[in-house]
């Protein structure tokens, strides 16, 4: 498996993008989030957020086929020196072979000036939440109930 992690910039990479955005909620978080919010959760909708906000993502190439991808970014003045780790989602069937390691590893470099780095995760996704801690990320508390989603997200940081 000769896996390449690159910025995004096609078309063809956002839509790819897009549909492992689709695919993993649709697999991972089928009995966390409530159904509506997956019934609504369309690939549609996820290729234009892959085409409306394209910058600070890297995806993970399997020849030409994208199998995951991370998004980053620096909170800026609302949280100055705190960069967040914004998403990270790898096809399932590469779950185990070292493709999230690689996307983690390519977000925290970027973000590497930051003196804090955050993510938010849903606190009933016990092996989101186990890889994070492997990367040094600790719960801080902080819980955001997500009407829409149904679902509670916990902050964690390092």
């Known amino acids: 498996m000769g896996i390449i992690i690159k910025a ?34 369309t690939l549609e909708k996820c290729e234009e957020w892959a085409f409306q906000w394209p910058e600070n993502t890297y995806v993970a190439l399997d020849g030409d086929k994208v199998v995951g991808f991370v998004c980053y970014f620096g ?3 609302d ?16 779950y185990g072979t070292g493709v999230s390691k690689k996307l983690m590893d390519v977000g925290l470099e970027h973000l590497k000036d930051y003196h804090t780095k955050e993510l938010w995760v849903l606190k009933d996704n016990p092996r989101a939440i186990s890889f994070y801690k492997k990367y040094g990320f600790k719960e801080d508390g902080t819980q ?15």
């Open 8 to 41: 995004m910039e096609t078309d063809s990479e956002k839509k790819g993008k897009a549909y492992v955005h689709w695919k993993s909620w649709h697999e991972s978080y089928e009995n966390i989030v409530s159904k509506d919010y997956l019934n609504k959760l």
């Open 75 to 77: 909170k800026g003045k």
């Open 79 to 94: 949280a100055p020196g705190v960069g967040e780790i914004n998403a990270i989602y790898v096809l399932s069937d590469y």
């Open 144 to 158: 955001k109930e997500i009407k829409s989603l149904g679902a509670t997200e916990i902050r964690m940081v390092k």
